[in-house]
């Protein structure tokens, strides 16, 4: 593992995974401090190939490293100490349904090694960002779908990474602006989106549509 | 089988990894496992004890005298209730009760990638589902056959008591506990912690190997019990074989 490999890099890597589509050879390289938005129309991949960079599922050809390491033929505890540097939102892994959204953000606080006062001030900081400190007491499904949306980027924010991997995120206003002081200060985000449209301070913008880089 | 254990060691793995205070989390789930499994489970534990105390009791205090070994009858009953029927058959309802229901909440969440969400913000996925788990049931195993044994023995006891005149309590629970060894209740106690931990390693196995699709669950939910309810067998032979004075059969 080398300190000055992208945090994440994806060489030609191609994904398939029954339910989430399929996406190939895909280049990508995320650094830190930028934020790499990758956009396309429905089907066009973006939900496996958000699985992929964390090594949900594996690819097909090609490789991809996060933070240096190659995840092919990594092990579960290997996998799990270099998703330990990042956060992921996304829909196809929601909030845990057995415990309510407060609960949520506390587990990867205090699995972190956070204790239990500080994990309670910054959950309670992170839900007033993202207007959900009425619904911290209910469980996700009770949530409406949008409060749902916003449960599952508040417990990808809630956390100190150094990679967010957000599929489809629209940020409140006040936590939009945390998101990009996370960024300033040296962590990097993979952003995939279907409009490139909301997020104009992307470092570089990937059109999955026709394949082209531009930023 | 080899799954199972590799699971359990990466569990185990997994929690010895985490800091301080995470364990204090792990600890509340594990008393949270202990109540559905153990103190929910007690009113049907209690039935089943009940029920075979006085079916058995009754049975050998008419059969033995018969063959003039009414003296054997406190071993006899420690033997077969303690040491036997108490751990399998508390095994038989947990694994039907809280192995099913973990194999079904486990494959639940593999199928909705709630666990995905998990491992995607760095949270050990076995340390905090498989781990608590495993101890919760091993220590409701242990627990229930403790209580499985004392309904059994004195359900039978006061049935017999009250069904026959030559037979008292107090007799009756002295001969008991004259019959009874530390060997027993420790052989008892492994054969329930071993089987508590195969069942919710068994059907944590099976949960997590669940696909995406939601007709996995009943699927993984039936192979789950079978397959523990299989391992409880064979514990129960093993440790039996392993146990017993095997050549007191052949004397």
Known sequence: MSSNAPFLKLEAA????????????????????ELVVVHGPQGAGKAVLVRGCLGFVAAKSGSVSLFGTPLRGLVHEELLTVRRRCALSSASAPLLSNQNVRENLLLPLIMRGVSEKAADARVDEVLALFQLTAAAWVRPEDLLPGDRDLARLARALVVPADLY???DPS??????????????????ALVVVRYPQYFPEATRAIDLGDRSTSG | MLSTVALLVAAVRGVLRLPPAARTVLRRMT?????????????IVALIAATVGILVILQSASALPDFGQAEF???????????????????FVVASRSGAAIAAELSTKKTRGEID???????????????????GVAVAVASLTVIFNAVAFFAGFSFAALSRASLTMVGLWTTLFHAMELAD????MSKSVFMGTAIAGICAK?????????????????RAVVSAIVACVLIEIVVTALTVDLGALTR
């Open chain 1, 14 to 33: 191609s994904f398939h995974e029954v339910g989430f589509g399929s996406i190939a050879e895909v280049d990508l390289e995320v650094n830190a401090g």
């Open chain 1, 165 to 167: 991997i957000l599929d």
């Open chain 1, 171 to 188: 940020f409140p206003l006040a936590a939009r602006k945390e998101f990009f002081d996370k960024i300033h200060g040296g962590a990097a």
């Open chain 2, 31 to 43: 008393f949270r496992q202990i109540l559905f499994t153990g103190v929910e489970a007690v009113p």
């Open chain 2, 73 to 91: 009858m406190g071993r006899l009953l420690v033997l077969l209730i303690g040491k036997e029927l108490g751990p399998i058959l508390v095994a």
């Open chain 2, 117 to 135: 969400g998990l491992e995607g913000v760095g949270v050990d996925s076995l340390a905090v589902l498989v781990f608590p788990r495993v101890v």
């Open chain 2, 185 to 188: 209740i420790g052989v008892a």
């Open chain 2, 206 to 222: 099976h949960g997590l190997a669940a696909g995406r699709s939601s007709t996995e669950v009943p699927i993984a939910t039936l």
